[in-house]
């Protein structure tokens, strides 16, 4: 098995390419060792000393580390998603990939279905798929008063350029085709 690896526009984040699915649906994002107990491959890399975040997506894994250097945890990482995925066990456990991923709810007022449908298909289509080359994602989390709020993830949370990829990316977006999107913002 060649798992091959990608930088991502955050330092602190890489990306690891199995060559195999990870989720067949959606994307799981882990913060802390307790919240990684609903996936094995997830509480394996929180073994290793260093690493603050795990993020699957359809093809890839993105893990997120504290100071040490890549040198020193790429190997120990690259050995874990192996062995994970020759032993065959499940990428996820007891939990479902949409509880991993979103524990709570949108919101948003009755009157804005249309526009939140608009923005959503818009993240859908043309934000989420150049945000997953980076290996991370963008879902939507609520829109009030003309404020957009997006939930960062993987290799975009923490990222040092996320906010200029909500402000100058998303938001221009957003603003263009739908005039009642004031602004976007990270939650």
């Not at 690896?5 to 330092?11: C, D, I, L, R, S």
């Not at 874990?80 to 996820?92: K, L, T, Y």
């Not at 990829?165 to 221009?172: A, F, M, R, W, Y």
Request: proline fraction near 6%; charged fraction near 20%; charge should be negative.
């Amino acid at each position: 098995m060649f798992i091959q690896t990608e930088a991502t526009p955050n330092p602190a984040t890489l990306k690891f390419l199995p060559g195999k699915v990870v989720l067949q649906e959606g994307t799981a994002d882990f913060r802390s060792a307790d919240e990684a107990a609903a996936s094995p491959l997830a509480s394996r890399l929180f073994g290793i000393p260093g690493v603050t975040g795990v993020f699957f997506g359809y093809d890839f894994v993105t893990v997120t580390k504290e100071d040490q250097e890549w040198a020193h945890l790429k190997p120990a990482i690259l050995g874990s998603i192996m062995e994970h995925f020759m032993s065959g066990a499940p990428v996820m456990g007891g939990a479902s990939t949409a509880e991993a991923t979103d524990p709570s709810g949108e919101f948003y007022n009755e009157g804005d279905e249309i526009i939140v449908k608009t923005i959503k298909e818009l993240l859908e289509t043309r934000v989420r798929p150049a945000v997953a080359q980076d290996g991370g994602d963008i879902t939507f989390r609520g829109f009030r008063d003309g404020k957009v709020f997006l939930n960062m993830k993987g290799s975009c949370a923490g990222c040092p350029s996320s906010t200029a990829t909500l402000k100058h990316g998303v938001q221009n977006l957003l603003r263009h085709f739908i005039p009642e999107v004031q602004e976007v913002e990270a939650v």
